[in-house]
C-alpha cells in the first residue's frame, strides 16, 4: 500500500481501507465509553472546580488495593466524581485484544497482572508504578501497549469517520457539517520516553504483538531492528555470558544497543504499523528524553508535542541515572499551544485544546524500579490529570546483606532539603571522616560510595587537601583510569577509594581489597549497597567482623532508606528524636 | 448603485431606551455612564435595528463605535451564534479600542471577541479564531491572511461587516485586501460605513457593495468640533525643535500629543523632551506591537503625559484626556488634519490644537483653513524666552541626534535587511506592509518551511 502526500497531509493514511462496521459504528457514538468520556468533546471530568483543585494541589487521597498492583495510593481532584475507580472489564476494542486473547500459555500471574493494569488504565487515571521489576517488564509493556492502541484506533476511526461525513457532504453539495471537532493541533498523541535504543526496541515488539499479521503489515521492519538492535556481527557480552556472571538487572538494563541519543515517529493504520513517520504525520513518538530534546531545539518549537494525549515513561530508573534535566525540558514542552499552524484544521480543534485544558486530560503512565525523590516530584508536580491519579506503594523488605556485618547507620539532622547538601558534607568532614582518619585500621583499604556526582567533585576536593593517599572512580573515569585505580586500591597502594553510583550503574565492577565502607548517602539502588558488602569476601579469608559499613543519612534519604533498610525499620531511623 | 438617502434630523430629545434598545444593552450604557445618545447614535440606531446598510459620517469623538457596536450586540442577543460580525480598523491600536468598547456595552450579555491584527502570534489568533468569538475585531491585513491560511476559519456565516474609518479603508493602500475579504463574505449581510471624513467617490463606495445604504451625516462634512480651539504658531524652520520645547515647555501641565511626519522626527523628538525632563513616549510604527500598546497604556494612564507620534495614533483613538494636539509638523492630507485634532476636544470637552508653521508651510496652512471653513488664530510666543531656552534646546538636540545613531549602529544587523524603499512603508501601519520587526520574523519563518 503507497500512501499518496495527500494521504500523508490529511494523515488519513487508508481511506479507502476503512470500512467501519455496523457494530464499530455503534460503539463510535456510544457516549458511555471510557474513551469518549474522557477524551470526548465535552470531557466529563474536565471541569472549573476540578482544574482549580488540580492547580492548588488539592488531591483527596485514598488507600486502596488492586490485585497484582498491590496496595495503591489514588488521588481526586477535591470536590470531582471522577466515576468508578477501576473498571468493570476492560474498554479495549475486540479487534485489538483477539491477538493477545488468543495466545496459550500465558502464566495466570502475567494474565492477572495484564487484567488488573488494563481495568485500571481505562479509568484513564495516572498511573504510576513505583516498584515495577524488570521481570514483569514484558506483560506490563504488552498491556500498555494495547491499552495505546486501543486510544489511537479509537481516535483515529472517529477522525476517518468525519472526513468521510464531510467529503460525502460536499460531493452531494452540502454544506460541511459545522460542529465537528474531533482532534488535536497535531497529530501525534502518543509519547514514549525511554533511556535507550534497546528499550525502544522492546516496546516496538510488545505493540507489535497486538498487530500480527497477515491483519498487519509492519513496514520498515528490518530497519527498525537494525537501527535499534545491535549491528550484526556485534557480541553482546551480556546476554551471551553465563546467567551469574553479572547482575540480573544489569544485564536487563544494558544489554541491547544502549544508545541513548533517538527518536523515531510510528503511524499506525488500520492495516499497517509503520516505523520512521515524520513527526506530523505519526501516533506514537518514541524517543530518549536527550533525543527528543535535540529536535525540538533543532525545529525551535516542540509543536508535534501539543497534543500528547498518553504519555509513558518506561525505565525512569534509569532516566534519573542520565540526564534528569532533558526529561524536565520535555515535560516543560508537552500540551502547550503551538507556535506554528502544520496544517491544523482549527474547525475540528476540539474545544478543550483550543482553551489550552489539553494537559489536565492527559493520562501519564510511570514506570520506575524504585521511587526517587525526582519521579516523586514529578508525580506530585507535574501530573495534571483531572480524572486522578494511582500510585502504587510497596513496603520493602530489609536487603539481604552478608551475615555478620555491622551495619551503622548514622544520621544527621537538617531540618531544610536546601541545606542538605552542606549539612551532609559538614558532618562528614566534621564527625565522621576525622573518627575514620584517626583509626589505623579504618584508614586503609576503605572505599566512600557517593550516590550524586556533585556531591562527588565536593569531597574528591576536600581529599586533595587532606594528606592521604586517595583513588577516585566516577562516570567520568576512562578504562585506562579504573584498571589503575582499582589495581592501586587492591594493593593497598591507596588507602581511600571514592566511587559514585553511576559509575557502578554503568559499569558494575567488582572491586577487591575493600574492608572498611562508607556510603555518603545511601544508593538509589539497592542491590548495590549489598553487593558492595559482599565485595570485601572476595578476598581470602576474611572474616565478617573484619568488615565495617557506615551510612550516612537525614530524613530526606527516605525512599532510599527504605529500600536497604526496610519499610519497618526505616520508620524507625526516620522518627524524630 | 442607487444614490444614498438623505437622513432627516429630528430634535425630539431622545433616550437610549427610545431608540428600542434592550435590557441587557441598557445596563451596560448605564454602568458605563453613557446617558443620552449622540446624534449619530440616535440618528444611525434605528435606521440599524430596521437592518438597512449605513454610511455614517460624524466629526471625531461623536460616538461613532457605540452607534455600529449596539445595533450588533442587539441583534446578537436575538441571534447568538459564532463568528456574527467582522470590524475592520486601519491601525491596530484602533482595533484593541473597538473590541473593548465591544466588550464594555456586551459585558452584560457576555459577547467574546478577538483582536485579530498584525504583530502578534498567528497561531494563537488562528486557535482564538477556532473559538468561534462573536466578534472579530480586525486589519485587514492580518485577517486576509488568516482567511487565505489558516484552515478551518472562515467568514461565511457572516452576519455583519464594519469598516470603520472607512475612507481610509478604501482608498488604495487597503483598497485590494479589502476587494479579496469581501469576496469571501456573503452577500447577505449589513454593512456599516463609519467615518469622520468620507469619501464621496462612487467608485470607492462601490468597494463596499453597499446595498440600498442611508446615508447619515450630523456634520457636513470634514468639520471639526466647536470645542476645538484651533491655533497656528509662526516660525522659522531652523528653529522649529526651540519652538516646539518652549511650547512644551510652557504647556507642561497638560497632556499632549504631539504629530510628527516621520518615525525619525517622533523617536528624535522624545528623546529631546526627555533629555529636558518632560516624561515623553514615542509611538510609532518602528516600535514592536506589545511596545506600542505599552506606550499608549502609559499614556493613556496619565503615567507619561507627553505622545510624540506619527500618524499611526492619528485616528480613532479614544484618549479622553488629551488637552492639546501640537502639529510638528503640517499633514499632506488635510483631511488627517481633522483627525489628528480630532484626538481632543472629544465628547463635548474641550482642546486646543497648534500647528507650528514655518515659511515654507503657508499654503498648506491656508489650504486647510478653507477645508475646515475656520481661520486659525495666532498662538502667541515670548520671543525672549524662546531665545532663552535656545541653548539647551541645542544641546538636547545634539544628546538626540547621537542616541539614535547609537540605537542604529546597536540595531544595524538587524535592520540591514529592511533598509532601502521599506523604510517609508514601516510608518504605513495599514498590514499590507508591516511595521517594525515582525514582518522580518514571519518572513523567515515562511523561509524555512
Given at each position: 500500500m503507497e500512501d499518496t502526500p495527500q494521504d500523508v497531509q490529511m494523515g488519513d493514511g487508508d481511506q479507502g481501507q476503512e470500512i467501519v462496521s455496523a457494530k464499530e459504528e455503534m460503539d463510535i457514538e456510544d457516549t458511555t465509553?471510557?474513551?469518549?468520556?474522557?477524551?470526548?468533546?465535552?470531557?466529563?471530568?474536565?471541569?472549573?472546580?476540578?482544574?482549580?483543585?488540580?492547580?492548588?494541589?488539592?488531591?483527596?487521597?485514598?488507600?486502596?488495593?488492586?490485585?497484582?498492583?498491590?496496595?495503591?495510593?489514588?488521588?481526586?481532584?477535591?470536590?470531582?466524581?471522577?466515576?468508578?475507580?477501576?473498571?468493570?472489564?476492560?474498554?479495549?476494542?475486540?479487534?485489538?485484544?483477539?491477538?493477545?486473547n488468543a495466545r496459550k500459555g500465558v502464566p495466570k500471574d502475567q494474565h492477572d497482572l495484564r487484567n488488573d493494569l488494563l481495568t485500571t488504565l481505562s479509568t484513564y487515571r495516572d498511573l504510576y508504578l513505583s516498584s515495577s521489576s524488570w521481570e514483569n517488564r514484558k506483560p506490563t509493556r504488552e498491556a500498555i501497549s494495547l491499552h495505546l492502541l486501543n486510544h489511537i484506533t479509537k481516535k483515529r476511526r472517529r477522525v476517518i469517520k468525519n472526513n468521510e461525513r464531510i467529503s460525502n457532504a460536499t460531493k452531494a453539495g452540502n454544506e460541511p457539517p459545522e460542529d465537528i471537532q474531533d482532534q488535536g493541533f497535531t497529530r501525534p498523541s502518543v509519547l514514549i520516553l525511554l533511556p535507550f535504543r534497546s528499550s525502544a526496541l522492546a516496546w516496538f515488539s510488545a505493540l507489535t504483538t497486538h498487530t500480527p499479521s497477515p491483519e498487519y503489515q509492519i513496514e520498515n521492519h528490518t530497519r527498525f531492528t537494525s537501527e535499534y538492535g545491535l549491528p550484526s556481527g556485534a557480541i553482546d557480552k551480556l546476554a551471551t555470558a553465563e546467567p551469574g556472571t553479572y547482575p540480573h538487572d544489569h544485564v536487563e538494563t544494558f544489554k541491547g544497543n544502549v544508545d541513548d541519543n533517538f527518536r523515531v515517529g510510528i503511524k499506525l493504520t488500520r492495516k499497517s504499523v509503520k516505523p520512521f513517520t515524520e513527526f506530523y504525520g505519526c501516533d506514537i513518538i518514541m524517543a530518549s528524553p536527550l533525543g527528543l530534546r535535540q529536535s525540538i531545539q533543532k525545529e525551535k518549537n516542540a509543536d508535534y508535542l501539543s497534543s500528547i494525549e498518553m504519555l509513558v515513561m518506561d525505565q525512569l530508573d534509569a532516566l534519573t541515572m542520565?540526564?534528569?534535566?532533558?526529561?524536565?525540558?520535555?515535560?516543560?514542552?508537552?500540551?502547550?499551544?503551538?507556535?506554528?499552524?502544520?496544517?491544523?484544521?482549527?474547525?475540528?480543534?476540539?474545544?478543550?485544546?483550543?482553551?489550552?485544558?489539553?494537559?489536565?486530560?492527559?493520562?501519564?503512565?510511570?514506570?520506575?524500579?524504585?521511587?526517587?525523590?525526582?519521579?516523586?516530584?514529578?508525580?506530585?508536580?507535574?501530573?495534571?490529570?483531572v480524572a486522578g491519579k494511582i500510585r502504587t506503594d510497596k513496603r520493602w523488605p530489609p536487603i539481604e546483606v552478608p551475615e555478620g556485618v555491622d551495619q551503622n547507620f548514622l544520621r544527621f539532622e537538617c531540618g531544610n532539603p536546601k541545606d542538605e547538601t552542606d549539612k551532609r558534607f559538614n558532618y562528614f568532614t566534621t564527625q565522621l571522616l576525622p573518627t575514620i582518619l584517626k583509626s589505623a585500621v579504618q584508614s586503609s583499604n576503605t572505599v566512600i560510595f557517593v550516590p550524586s556526582y556533585f556531591d562527588f567533585v565536593r569531597v574528591h576536593n576536600h581529599f586533595r587537601k587532606l594528606s592521604v593517599s586517595f583513588t577516585v572512580l566516577s562516570e567520568y573515569s576512562t578504562n585506562q583510569e579504573i584498571s589503575r585505580a582499582r589495581q592501586a586500591f587492591f594493593s593497598g597502594q591507596k588507602s581511600f577509594l571514592i566511587v559514585t553510583e553511576r559509575f557502578h550503574f554503568y559499569k558494575r565492577y567488582k572491586l577487591r581489597g575493600i574492608r572498611n565502607l562508607v556510603f555518603y548517602g545511601p544508593p538509589d539502588h539497592p542491590q548495590f549497597y549489598s553487593e558492595y558488602l559482599s565485595y570485601p569476601f572476595l578476598d581470602d579469608g576474611v572474616e565478617s567482623l573484619d568488615v565495617t559499613c557506615r551510612v550516612l543519612y537525614s530524613k530526606y534519604d527516605w525512599f532510599r532508606l527504605e529500600r536497604i533498610a526496610g519499610t519497618e525499620e526505616a520508620i524507625e531511623l526516620t522518627k524524630s528524636l | 448603485m442607487p444614490s444614498p438617502e438623505e437622513a432627516s434630523t429630528s430634535t425630539d430629545p431622545v433616550s437610549f431606551s427610545s431608540l428600542g434598545l434592550i435590557k441587557p444593552l441598557l445596563e451596560a450604557l448605564e454602568q458605563l455612564k453613557f446617558i443620552e445618545p449622540t446624534e449619530i447614535q440616535e440618528q444611525s440606531i434605528p435606521y440599524a435595528l430596521e437592518g438597512r446598510d449605513i454610511i455614517?459620517?460624524?466629526?471625531?469623538?461623536?460616538?461613532?463605535?457605540?452607534?455600529f457596536a449596539l445595533p450588533i450586540l442587539q441583534k446578537l442577543w436575538d441571534e447568538p451564534k459564532g463568528i456574527f460580525a467582522c470590524v475592520l480598523a486601519p491601525t491596530r491600536e484602533l482595533a484593541y479600542q473597538i473590541s473593548q468598547q465591544f466588550e464594555a456595552l456586551g459585558s452584560a450579555m457576555g459577547v467574546r471577541c478577538a483582536v485579530i491584527v498584525g504583530g502578534m502570534e498567528i497561531t494563537a489568533q488562528a486557535v482564538a479564531l477556532a473559538k468561534k468569538p462573536h466578534i472579530i475585531v480586525a486589519t485587514p491585513g492580518r485577517l486576509n491572511d488568516h482567511l487565505e491560511n489558516t484552515k478551518g476559519f472562515s467568514l461565511r456565516n457572516l452576519k455583519y461587516l464594519v469598516l470603520d474609518e472607512a475612507d481610509r479603508l478604501l482608498d488604495m493602500d487597503f483598497g485590494p485586501v479589502i476587494d479579496k475579504i469581501l469576496k469571501v463574505i456573503p452577500k447577505e449581510r449589513s454593512t456599516y460605513l463609519f467615518s469622520a471624513t468620507m469619501t464621496t467617490k462612487v467608485a470607492k463606495l462601490q468597494r463596499a457593495s453597499?446595498?440600498?445604504?442611508?446615508?447619515?451625516?450630523?456634520?457636513?462634512?470634514?468639520?471639526?468640533?466647536?470645542?476645538?480651539?484651533?491655533?497656528?504658531?509662526?516660525?522659522?524652520?531652523?528653529?522649529k525643535d526651540t519652538y516646539l520645547i518652549y511650547l512644551a515647555n510652557t504647556l507642561a501641565q497638560n497632556s499632549i500629543i504631539i504629530f510628527t511626519r516621520t518615525v525619525h522626527d517622533a523617536a528624535r523628538l522624545s528623546i529631546i523632551l526627555r533629555t529636558l525632563g518632560f516624561p515623553a513616549i514615542p509611538l510609532h510604527g518602528q516600535l514592536s506591537q506589545s511596545q506600542r500598546l505599552g506606550s499608549l497604556n502609559k499614556f493613556k494612564s496619565g503615567g507619561q503625559r507627553v505622545l510624540v507620534a506619527t500618524d499611526v495614533a492619528s485616528r480613532g483613538l479614544d484618549i479622553p484626556s488629551v488637552d492639546i494636539v501640537i502639529n510638528f509638523d503640517i499633514p499632506t492630507h488635510s483631511k488627517d488634519y481633522?483627525?489628528?485634532?480630532?484626538?481632543?476636544?472629544?465628547?463635548?470637552?474641550?482642546?486646543?490644537?497648534?500647528?507650528?508653521?514655518?515659511?515654507?508651510?503657508?499654503?498648506?496652512?491656508?489650504?486647510?483653513?478653507k477645508i475646515i471653513g475656520k481661520k486659525m488664530e495666532l498662538w502667541e510666543t515670548d520671543k525672549e524666552e524662546i531665545a532663552l531656552l535656545r541653548e539647551r534646546a541645542n544641546e538636547a538636540c545634539r544628546v538626540a541626534a547621537n542616541e539614535l545613531k547609537e540605537q542604529q549602529n546597536s540595531g544595524k544587523k538587524r535592520k540591514r535587511g529592511g533598509e532601502g524603499g521599506r523604510r517609508d512603508d514601516r510608518d504605513r501601519d495599514d498590514d499590507v506592509v508591516e511595521a517594525g520587526m515582525p514582518t522580518r520574523k514571519r518572513a523567515s519563518r515562511g523561509g524555512r518551511r
Amino acid at each position: 500500500m503507497e500512501d499518496t502526500p495527500q494521504d500523508v497531509q490529511m494523515g488519513d493514511g487508508d481511506q479507502g481501507q476503512e470500512i467501519v462496521s455496523a457494530k464499530e459504528e455503534m460503539d463510535i457514538e456510544d457516549t458511555t465509553d471510557p474513551y469518549e468520556q474522557h477524551f470526548g468533546c465535552n470531557s466529563v471530568h474536565l471541569s472549573e472546580a476540578a482544574r482549580l483543585s488540580v492547580d492548588e494541589r488539592a488531591w483527596n487521597l485514598q488507600k486502596s488495593s488492586r490485585g497484582r498492583l498491590g496496595p495503591t495510593h489514588e488521588s481526586i481532584p477535591e470536590g470531582c466524581d471522577p466515576g468508578p475507580s477501576i473498571m468493570k472489564g476492560d474498554a479495549i476494542l475486540d479487534r485489538l485484544k483477539k491477538p493477545s486473547n488468543a495466545r496459550k500459555g500465558v502464566p495466570k500471574d502475567q494474565h492477572d497482572l495484564r487484567n488488573d493494569l488494563l481495568t485500571t488504565l481505562s479509568t484513564y487515571r495516572d498511573l504510576y508504578l513505583s516498584s515495577s521489576s524488570w521481570e514483569n517488564r514484558k506483560p506490563t509493556r504488552e498491556a500498555i501497549s494495547l491499552h495505546l492502541l486501543n486510544h489511537i484506533t479509537k481516535k483515529r476511526r472517529r477522525v476517518i469517520k468525519n472526513n468521510e461525513r464531510i467529503s460525502n457532504a460536499t460531493k452531494a453539495g452540502n454544506e460541511p457539517p459545522e460542529d465537528i471537532q474531533d482532534q488535536g493541533f497535531t497529530r501525534p498523541s502518543v509519547l514514549i520516553l525511554l533511556p535507550f535504543r534497546s528499550s525502544a526496541l522492546a516496546w516496538f515488539s510488545a505493540l507489535t504483538t497486538h498487530t500480527p499479521s497477515p491483519e498487519y503489515q509492519i513496514e520498515n521492519h528490518t530497519r527498525f531492528t537494525s537501527e535499534y538492535g545491535l549491528p550484526s556481527g556485534a557480541i553482546d557480552k551480556l546476554a551471551t555470558a553465563e546467567p551469574g556472571t553479572y547482575p540480573h538487572d544489569h544485564v536487563e538494563t544494558f544489554k541491547g544497543n544502549v544508545d541513548d541519543n533517538f527518536r523515531v515517529g510510528i503511524k499506525l493504520t488500520r492495516k499497517s504499523v509503520k516505523p520512521f513517520t515524520e513527526f506530523y504525520g505519526c501516533d506514537i513518538i518514541m524517543a530518549s528524553p536527550l533525543g527528543l530534546r535535540q529536535s525540538i531545539q533543532k525545529e525551535k518549537n516542540a509543536d508535534y508535542l501539543s497534543s500528547i494525549e498518553m504519555l509513558v515513561m518506561d525505565q525512569l530508573d534509569a532516566l534519573t541515572m542520565q540526564n534528569w534535566d532533558h526529561v524536565k525540558f520535555i515535560l516543560d514542552h508537552l500540551n502547550k499551544l503551538p507556535k506554528e499552524a502544520h496544517d491544523t484544521d482549527f474547525s475540528r480543534t476540539k474545544p478543550w485544546y483550543l482553551d489550552g485544558h489539553s494537559e489536565y486530560l492527559r493520562q501519564s503512565i510511570l514506570l520506575s524500579a524504585y521511587k526517587t525523590p525526582e519521579t516523586r516530584q514529578l508525580y506530585n508536580a507535574r501530573l495534571k490529570n483531572v480524572a486522578g491519579k494511582i500510585r502504587t506503594d510497596k513496603r520493602w523488605p530489609p536487603i539481604e546483606v552478608p551475615e555478620g556485618v555491622d551495619q551503622n547507620f548514622l544520621r544527621f539532622e537538617c531540618g531544610n532539603p536546601k541545606d542538605e547538601t552542606d549539612k551532609r558534607f559538614n558532618y562528614f568532614t566534621t564527625q565522621l571522616l576525622p573518627t575514620i582518619l584517626k583509626s589505623a585500621v579504618q584508614s586503609s583499604n576503605t572505599v566512600i560510595f557517593v550516590p550524586s556526582y556533585f556531591d562527588f567533585v565536593r569531597v574528591h576536593n576536600h581529599f586533595r587537601k587532606l594528606s592521604v593517599s586517595f583513588t577516585v572512580l566516577s562516570e567520568y573515569s576512562t578504562n585506562q583510569e579504573i584498571s589503575r585505580a582499582r589495581q592501586a586500591f587492591f594493593s593497598g597502594q591507596k588507602s581511600f577509594l571514592i566511587v559514585t553510583e553511576r559509575f557502578h550503574f554503568y559499569k558494575r565492577y567488582k572491586l577487591r581489597g575493600i574492608r572498611n565502607l562508607v556510603f555518603y548517602g545511601p544508593p538509589d539502588h539497592p542491590q548495590f549497597y549489598s553487593e558492595y558488602l559482599s565485595y570485601p569476601f572476595l578476598d581470602d579469608g576474611v572474616e565478617s567482623l573484619d568488615v565495617t559499613c557506615r551510612v550516612l543519612y537525614s530524613k530526606y534519604d527516605w525512599f532510599r532508606l527504605e529500600r536497604i533498610a526496610g519499610t519497618e525499620e526505616a520508620i524507625e531511623l526516620t522518627k524524630s528524636l | 448603485m442607487p444614490s444614498p438617502e438623505e437622513a432627516s434630523t429630528s430634535t425630539d430629545p431622545v433616550s437610549f431606551s427610545s431608540l428600542g434598545l434592550i435590557k441587557p444593552l441598557l445596563e451596560a450604557l448605564e454602568q458605563l455612564k453613557f446617558i443620552e445618545p449622540t446624534e449619530i447614535q440616535e440618528q444611525s440606531i434605528p435606521y440599524a435595528l430596521e437592518g438597512r446598510d449605513i454610511i455614517g459620517v460624524a466629526s471625531t469623538g461623536s460616538g461613532k463605535t457605540a452607534a455600529f457596536a449596539l445595533p450588533i450586540l442587539q441583534k446578537l442577543w436575538d441571534e447568538p451564534k459564532g463568528i456574527f460580525a467582522c470590524v475592520l480598523a486601519p491601525t491596530r491600536e484602533l482595533a484593541y479600542q473597538i473590541s473593548q468598547q465591544f466588550e464594555a456595552l456586551g459585558s452584560a450579555m457576555g459577547v467574546r471577541c478577538a483582536v485579530i491584527v498584525g504583530g502578534m502570534e498567528i497561531t494563537a489568533q488562528a486557535v482564538a479564531l477556532a473559538k468561534k468569538p462573536h466578534i472579530i475585531v480586525a486589519t485587514p491585513g492580518r485577517l486576509n491572511d488568516h482567511l487565505e491560511n489558516t484552515k478551518g476559519f472562515s467568514l461565511r456565516n457572516l452576519k455583519y461587516l464594519v469598516l470603520d474609518e472607512a475612507d481610509r479603508l478604501l482608498d488604495m493602500d487597503f483598497g485590494p485586501v479589502i476587494d479579496k475579504i469581501l469576496k469571501v463574505i456573503p452577500k447577505e449581510r449589513s454593512t456599516y460605513l463609519f467615518s469622520a471624513t468620507m469619501t464621496t467617490k462612487v467608485a470607492k463606495l462601490q468597494r463596499a457593495s453597499l446595498s440600498n445604504p442611508v446615508r447619515v451625516e450630523v456634520s457636513s462634512k470634514y468639520q471639526t468640533v466647536s470645542t476645538l480651539l484651533q491655533y497656528y504658531c509662526l516660525m522659522p524652520q531652523k528653529e522649529k525643535d526651540t519652538y516646539l520645547i518652549y511650547l512644551a515647555n510652557t504647556l507642561a501641565q497638560n497632556s499632549i500629543i504631539i504629530f510628527t511626519r516621520t518615525v525619525h522626527d517622533a523617536a528624535r523628538l522624545s528623546i529631546i523632551l526627555r533629555t529636558l525632563g518632560f516624561p515623553a513616549i514615542p509611538l510609532h510604527g518602528q516600535l514592536s506591537q506589545s511596545q506600542r500598546l505599552g506606550s499608549l497604556n502609559k499614556f493613556k494612564s496619565g503615567g507619561q503625559r507627553v505622545l510624540v507620534a506619527t500618524d499611526v495614533a492619528s485616528r480613532g483613538l479614544d484618549i479622553p484626556s488629551v488637552d492639546i494636539v501640537i502639529n510638528f509638523d503640517i499633514p499632506t492630507h488635510s483631511k488627517d488634519y481633522i483627525h489628528r485634532v480630532g484626538r481632543t476636544a472629544r465628547a463635548g470637552r474641550a482642546g486646543k490644537s497648534i500647528t507650528l508653521v514655518t515659511q515654507y508651510d503657508v499654503e498648506l496652512i491656508q489650504r486647510i483653513e478653507k477645508i475646515i471653513g475656520k481661520k486659525m488664530e495666532l498662538w502667541e510666543t515670548d520671543k525672549e524666552e524662546i531665545a532663552l531656552l535656545r541653548e539647551r534646546a541645542n544641546e538636547a538636540c545634539r544628546v538626540a541626534a547621537n542616541e539614535l545613531k547609537e540605537q542604529q549602529n546597536s540595531g544595524k544587523k538587524r535592520k540591514r535587511g529592511g533598509e532601502g524603499g521599506r523604510r517609508d512603508d514601516r510608518d504605513r501601519d495599514d498590514d499590507v506592509v508591516e511595521a517594525g520587526m515582525p514582518t522580518r520574523k514571519r518572513a523567515s519563518r515562511g523561509g524555512r518551511r
